[in-house]
């Protein structure tokens, strides 16, 4: 079984940062890409960036040059480092990896700007 835990979530002013941790544990021999998703209430879920092992990314347009994705692979950990904060970045904030073809999903942290 595979567990995947999300912190750092909270309150923060309107352009304030905030840093995502998400740690892996269980039966994980590689993890390939890594992932943050987002949903705010009413809207559906959008991915927000992904990291592949090699360390390759890829952003939604609405948070780049705000949001950086990042990885340890020997610590089967992923960061997500959030600026310039705005309230249309409210939303839980989930965590996914892949290992073989399956993909695992956080409980998720709620991340909540305010004007």
């Known amino acids: 079984q595979v567990q995947v835990v999300e912190s750092g979530g909270g309150l923060v002013q309107a352009g304030g940062s905030l840093r995502l941790s998400c740690g ?4 994980i021999f590689t993890i390939n890409p890594m992932a943050w998703y987002r949903q705010a209430p009413g809207k559906q879920r959008e991915s927000v960036a992904v ?3 090699g360390g390759s990314t890829i952003y939604a347009d609405s948070v780049k040059g705000r949001f950086t994705i990042s990885r340890v692979n020997g610590k089967n ?3 997500l480092e959030m600026s310039n904060l705005q309230p249309d970045d409210t939303a839980v904030y989930y965590c996914t990896i892949e290992v073989g073809s ?3 999903w956080g409980q998720g942290t709620q991340v909540t ?3």
């Open 24 to 27: 892996a544990s269980g039966r």
């Open 51 to 53: 990291i592949t092992r």
């Open 77 to 79: 950990t992923v960061y």
């Open 102 to 104: 399956r993909t695992y």
């Open 113 to 115: 700007v305010s004007s």
